[in-house]
C-alpha cells in the first residue's frame, strides 16, 4: 500500500527554515524532531534564503514579481486569438 503524501503549511516550513537558519542544530535533528526528512529541511532554508531578498524590494510587503512574466490579459487575449485563428483554420 502506498502512503499518502503529506503537505505542510507555510507557517511550519518557515518555522523549520528558521530554525535551519539559526544554527542550533543539524538538518538531521530538525528532522528527526519534526518527523520529517532532512532533504526538506535543506530544501525548505534555501527556499527562505532564496526568497528573503524579495521581501525588501521596493519597500513592498509582497515578493516582487519577475519582469519576464506577461500579464494574465495579455496572455488570455493571446490565447483568445490563437482559438480563433484555429477556428478559421479548421474551417478552410
Given at each position: 500500500?502506498?502512503?499518502?503524501?503529506?503537505?505542510?503549511?507555510?507557517?511550519?516550513?518557515?518555522?523549520?527554515?528558521?530554525?535551519?537558519?539559526?544554527?542550533?542544530?543539524?538538518?538531521?535533528?530538525?528532522a528527526?524532531?519534526?518527523?520529517?526528512?532532512?532533504?526538506?529541511?535543506?530544501?525548505?532554508?534555501?527556499?527562505?534564503?532564496?526568497?528573503?531578498?524579495?521581501?525588501?524590494?521596493?519597500?513592498?510587503?509582497?515578493?516582487?514579481?519577475?519582469?519576464?512574466?506577461?500579464?494574465?490579459?495579455?496572455?488570455?487575449?493571446?490565447?483568445?486569438?490563437?482559438?480563433?485563428e484555429?477556428?478559421?483554420?479548421?474551417?478552410?
Amino acid at each position: 500500500m502506498a502512503r499518502k503524501k503529506r503537505s505542510y503549511t507555510a507557517s511550519f516550513k518557515a518555522q523549520v527554515a528558521l530554525a535551519a537558519l539559526r544554527g542550533d542544530s543539524t538538518a538531521n535533528e530538525l528532522a528527526a524532531r519534526h518527523q520529517i526528512h532532512p532533504t526538506l529541511v535543506s530544501n525548505w532554508k534555501k527556499a527562505l534564503l532564496d526568497g528573503a531578498p524579495g521581501l525588501f524590494a521596493e519597500g513592498s510587503g509582497k515578493p516582487a514579481k519577475a519582469a519576464d512574466q506577461p500579464e494574465a490579459a495579455e496572455l488570455f487575449e493571446q490565447i483568445g486569438r490563437l482559438k480563433m485563428e484555429l477556428e478559421w483554420l479548421k474551417k478552410n
